[in-house]
């Protein structure tokens, strides 16, 4: 419990930390609605489904709207991985939607020692944006992202948890003054709350800090989850 006090500490001294730069440009609160599906086929392959919403310029404007369809593999207690298919509508500043295509390969480790459990995950994306509306829309995004997360079962339904995720610009058409360079960071601290075997909800807080680009910008983001594993439920399930 003192490691994950002291953990949960350093994340939030560095979410602070991040919130009194002087060299922001942009910033911005939101909030971030999610809904997670799973249907295990069997003990190992699963198919995975996730819509999710999000509000930007101090909650007063719609961002965005995703959807991810995809299987995971399941080996034991301490690996999976997955391959994920999101659809991406960002509206612009015109009202309109933009549609970007995005791919996305996970890959995560996960250990635990008496309550507490920590995790890394490691996420290569592809994404096409506005395809058929700029030049460079059919030139692929390439990003490399690496996610650390530390949790504590405090109890049967409440899990606390503190994470770290760093993304990695490998190759972008239209800002590819920082390929090769890291550009972003987000810190999140949250919670789950089990309501019963199959299903949870969660809250957290998320701030989100972009550099070693030209314009600058800091996101305060809150979170709510809700994930279901339906082959769990009795409508679905078949014994």
């Known amino acids: 419990m003192k490691k ?4 949960c500490s350093l994340a939030l001294a560095l979410v602070f930390q991040a919130k009194g730069k002087n060299d922001v440009t942009y910033s911005d609160a939101g909030l971030w609605s999610t809904v997670s599906l799973d249907y295990a ?5 699963a198919i995975v489904f996730a819509e999710e919403f999000r509000m930007r310029e101090n909650y007063s404007r719609v961002n ?17 991985t997955s391959l994920v298919y999101r659809n991406i509508q960002r509206q612009n500043l015109e009202n309109t939607f933009m549609i970007r295509h995005r791919l996305m390969w996970d890959a995560t480790l996960r250990t635990k020692w008496k309550k507490l459990s920590f995790s890394y995950r490691h996420r290569l994306q592809v994404e096409y944006r506005a395809i058929h509306s700029i030049p460079t829309g059919k030139i692929p995004e390439w990003y490399s992202r690496s996610k650390f997360e530390l949790g504590y079962q405090y109890s049967k339904k409440i899990n606390p948890y503190a994470a770290v995720e760093l993304r990695y610009q490998i190759f972008d058409p239209r800002n590819m003054v920082s390929d090769h360079t890291w ?15 199959f299903s949870k909800v969660g809250l957290y807080y998320l701030v989100q800090r972009v550099f070693n680009v030209s314009n600058y910008e ?22």
């Open 4 to 7: 994950f006090i002291a953990f």
């Open 41 to 45: 086929l069997n003990k190992r392959w």
């Open 183 to 197: 550009h972003r960071v987000r810190y999140q601290v949250g919670f789950d709350y089990r309501l019963n075997k």
């Open 64 to 80: 965005l709207f995703y959807t991810n369809l995809g299987i995971e593999y399941t080996q034991g207690k301490h690996f999976k």
């Open 218 to 239: 800091h996101l305060y983001i809150t979170g709510v989850e809700y994930s279901a594993s339906l082959a769990d439920m009795k409508f679905f399930n078949k014994k």
